[in-house]
């Protein structure tokens, strides 16, 4: 149980364009999603907590214009990296939590790598 | 300001030993610590928490110990077996676990044969 998926895996585009990637929780319900990012050999680092049917809540120095969250269901929430720059390039991963489980722990997906040309 | 912190870029332990990876964090507000195992390419896989209200958790090979005045927690796996080679992320959170994830930077654990 706990598992959540992520598309694509991989994703390379051209600066200037806008890339969206998925995550879904397969086996349950999500009512709150964490999106993360991770660049070479650095931690994980927060970029926002997304809510089903609310507005996502943005970390410090997380530009919200730039990366639109859309948390539309209690399994899918949505991470869109709008005009895309090289600087962008970092792997993202979600996270999902299963508050209905009882637990606390966040299950993570397997992550995207993004490479901006 | 690095809020959870691994000092040890990396540890190599010998297999059937135990490996004892360290972790510190500054903010005293966390109340949940959460050890995750990672590989390259891949997503953080859970393996053992501990709330601030305790001091030990064990699930099978590996525990977790947390000294809050010391603001420190270690996860001890034994024994050690090849397939424990990854990274391990210390993280930390506060609301007892409803919030975002800090990460430290990591350590890379080796088992040698």
């Known amino acids: 149980g706990a598992v959540v998926s992520q598309h694509p895996s991989r994703v390379i585009c051209k600066s200037g364009t806008s890339v969206k990637i998925e995550c879904r929780s397969l086996d349950f319900q999500a009512t709150t999603m964490f999106w993360y990012r991770q660049f070479p050999k650095q931690s994980l680092m927060l970029m926002a907590t997304?809510?089903?049917?609310?507005?996502?809540?943005?970390e410090q120095g997380v530009e919200k214009d730039k990366f639109l969250i859309n948390h539309a269901s209690l399994t899918l929430s949505t991470l869109t990296v709008t005009s895309a720059h090289p600087e962008d390039s970092s792997f993202y991963i979600c996270s999902a939590r299963d508050g209905a489980g009882g637990g606390n722990e966040q299950f993570f997906g397997p992550g995207t790598r993004l490479t901006v040309l | 300001d690095q809020q959870v912190k691994q000092n040890s870029p990396s540890l190599s332990v010998q297999e059937g030993r135990i490996s004892i990876l360290n972790c510190d964090y500054t903010?005293?507000?966390?109340?949940?610590f959460l050890w995750y195992k990672k590989y390259p390419a891949e997503g953080p896989t859970f393996l053992i928490s501990?709330?601030?209200?305790?001091d030990k958790n064990e699930d099978g090979r590996f525990t977790v110990f947390l000294n809050k005045s010391a603001k420190h927690l270690s996860l001890h796996i034994v024994p050690s077996q090849p397939g424990d080679s990854a990274v391990y992320f210390c993280a930390a959170n506060v609301g007892g676990g409803a919030d975002g994830l800090t990460f430290g930077k990591g350590t890379h654990l080796i088992i040698q044969p």
């Open positions: 903010n005293s507000m966390f109340d949940y």
């Open positions: 997304s809510n089903e049917g609310s507005k996502a809540t943005y």
């Open positions: 501990i709330s601030s209200i305790k």
